[in-house]
């Protein structure tokens, strides 16, 4: 297969009208539709308990659906299971590895499973890119948590898959290593691969993300460019540190919504970064006419990290 | 046919048995072995011939299907229990691999460890005493499908077990008994009415006498029924294996 081919908006997944019921009755999943395009690194975040690994254990084939479809590559993942699966890397949220054995058989066991021939200098490369090359023949239960989170990338990348989930990579992962991961996922999307991440560590998704699914009760609640959604919802803020700390306002201020922070001695105006108007001079010329009189004055936009708390306690 | 994964989930089982080599295969050597110096070897001295056997020669039939039954079934079940039990099972479930070549997999490892085992203790016993085979091509025979077909009935019970303990309580409650009561250690003609019928519905019984048969040409019952009946259990396991795949039993929420 020709991989240049693939036209960049193509879908990698696509979920229809999925739904998922546990057998104690708990609806995990609540028809859902959603494409996963070639090539890009797409963040699914939501709070605990949303749904998230449920998804893709789903489309990973480790948890049965109730209803709906699933297609990876154009590939059924319950009628062409073998084909969907062969193509996907799943490194799981829980750390489970076989205790007793080494790393570098954990690694080639997994190359196995799913039907690739073994090939030394391809795992050496991972093992070294995931510096645990060294602790090639360590049993893993010598191995650090955040080592052991390595080594289930390293067994996720071991058959050298086209679409790799993360489900929250970066749990109990130190800095340096969170950046060198950062990297290497930038690296495999570079040479085709295409990413799907979950994560608590919303600057994560920020960082890394090309669009974003926000997830929340087993429904997804908004899919977005990440640009496009950090501008759609983006509110932008105004802060005004006063000469003279207020505690009131006169009501002609009313209509600005100003709040206070810092014990009344900064001024927080929020606007649309939208809007044709943001109606900052407006209120600099009133609060002008009131004598009140500010020393500094700075701007800030919201972060993903805002919209998306507003976004979840809003549903 | 996904032949790498098979390949792979039997050299991981089987490197587990190297690894425990002592769990193993050492104990149940040894502990068949102490079987044949204290009924072999002490007592048997003292009994009489059984059809023409020397005790010594007539229970190692028996010996190597208790080793060989208990056996199978621990290994499958503990192979397969395992990673459900710590979740690594999650690779499996998500690879691109049919039910029947995961039983390939694991069954086939239990099988072959289980193989090397009856022969190992036949080989051990030949230390104790003098026996010959009169079939060694059924002999054989016997050994591979008992062991197959009780690997997969392990595999269900590792399948089916969600503590340890259910894990432990057929082999040592059920497989154990019917073992011990199938004409391991005496022909069931040597026992009284009504057990000599009620013997009849142990399948143990049906096992050991198609073995016995193997290496001396005597049967409690006819050899035909003793291989209809291991036939008959696989298909039974196969079939229930077949149907926990299918429904996801135990394995998929
Ligand atoms: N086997 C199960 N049986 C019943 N309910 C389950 C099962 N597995 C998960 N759930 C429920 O389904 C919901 C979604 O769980 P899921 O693990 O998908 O959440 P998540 O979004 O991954 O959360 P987190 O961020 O904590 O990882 C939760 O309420 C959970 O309690
Ligand atoms: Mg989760």
Redesign the interface.
């Known amino acids: 297969m020709d991989k240049k081919k693939i036209n960049c908006l193509s879908s990698a997944i696509s979920i229809h009208n999925l739904s998922k019921t546990y057998a104690s009755g708990f609806v995990a999943l609540n028809n859902i539709d959603l494409e996963i395009y070639h090539g890009e690194i797409f963040a699914l975040l939501g709070p605990n308990g949303a749904g998230k690994t449920t998804l893709i254990n789903i489309i990973c084939g480790i948890v049965t659906p109730s209803e709906g479809t699933i297609m990876v590559d154009g590939h059924n993942t319950l009628t062409a299971f073998r084909a969907a699966r062969s193509r996907i890397g799943l490194v799981p949220q829980e750390l489970s590895t076989a205790a007793f054995e080494s790393v570098l058989n954990t690694v080639n066991f997994s190359r196995g499973l799913f039907g690739k021939a073994s090939n030394p200098t391809y795992i050496e490369k991972i093992l070294r890119e995931l510096s645990l090359w060294d602790k090639r023949h360590e049993k893993i239960v010598a191995l650090s948590g955040g080592m052991k989170r390595r080594l289930l990338i390293a067994k996720a990348l071991s058959h050298e898959p086209q679409i790799l989930f993360l489900d929250e990579p970066s749990a109990g992962v130190d800095v340096k290593l969170r950046r060198d991961m950062w990297l290497m996922v930038r690296r495999l999307r570079e040479n085709g691969v295409t990413i799907i991440l979950t994560t608590h560590y919303i600057e994560e998704a920020e960082e890394m993300a090309d669009r974003i699914g926000i997830i929340n009760n087993g429904e997804i609640i908004m899919v977005e460019n990440k640009a496009i959604l950090m501008n759609k919802l983006g509110k932008k803020q105004l802060a005004l540190t006063l000469q003279n700390p207020l505690s009131t306002l006169p009501s002609e201020l009313e209509k600005f919504n100003l709040s206070f922070s810092d014990g009344g001695k900064v001024l927080i105006y929020t606007y649309d970064a939208q809007q044709e108007q943001t109606g900052i001079p407006e209120l600099l010329q009133q609060l002008g006419e009131h004598g009140i009189d500010f020393k500094d004055l700075n701007t800030s936009e919201s972060s993903l990290e805002d919209i998306f708390v507003s976004l979840v306690k809003e549903k | 046919m996904?032949f790498?994964?098979i390949?792979?989930?039997y050299?991981?089982e089987m490197?587990?048995t190297w690894?425990t080599l002592m769990q193993s295969i050492a104990s149940p050597i040894l502990s068949t072995s102490l079987y044949f110096v204290v009924f072999g070897a002490a007592i048997g001295s003292r009994m009489g011939e059984i059809d023409g056997i020397s005790y010594g020669a007539f229970i190692i039939p028996g010996l190597i299907m208790l080793s060989l039954l208990s056996e199978s079934i621990s290994n499958a079940a503990f192979g397969i229990y395992f990673?459900k039990f710590?979740?690594?099972l999650?690779?499996?479930?998500?690879?691109?691999?049919?039910s029947l070549e995961i039983v390939m997999g694991y069954v086939g490892a239990a099988a072959s460890k289980s193989i090397i085992l009856g022969l190992l203790i036949l080989m051990t016993a030949q230390l104790f005493v003098d026996y010959e085979i009169m079939h060694p091509l059924w002999m054989i025979t016997f050994l591979i499908l008992t062991s197959i077909t009780f690997s997969l009935f392990g595999f269900i019970i590792g399948l089916w077990a969600d503590d340890f303990q259910k894990l432990q309580i057929i082999p040592l409650m059920v497989v154990m008994p019917l073992t011990f009561l199938g004409g391991a250690f005496y022909s069931i003609d040597m026992l009284p009415e009504p057990w000599q019928t009620l013997t009849l519905f142990n399948p143990v019984v049906y096992l050991i006498s198609g073995f016995r048969w193997s290496f001396y040409g005597i049967a409690d019952v006819n050899v035909a029924i003793s291989l209809g009946m291991i036939f008959g259990f696989m298909l039974l396991c196969l079939a229930t294996i077949q149907w926990i795949f299918k429904t996801?039993y135990r394995l998929?929420?």
């Open positions: 996904n790498y994964a390949r792979a989930i050299i991981f490197s587990r690894r990673p710590s979740g690594t999650y690779e499996v479930l998500s690879a691109p691999i049919s996801g998929k929420t």
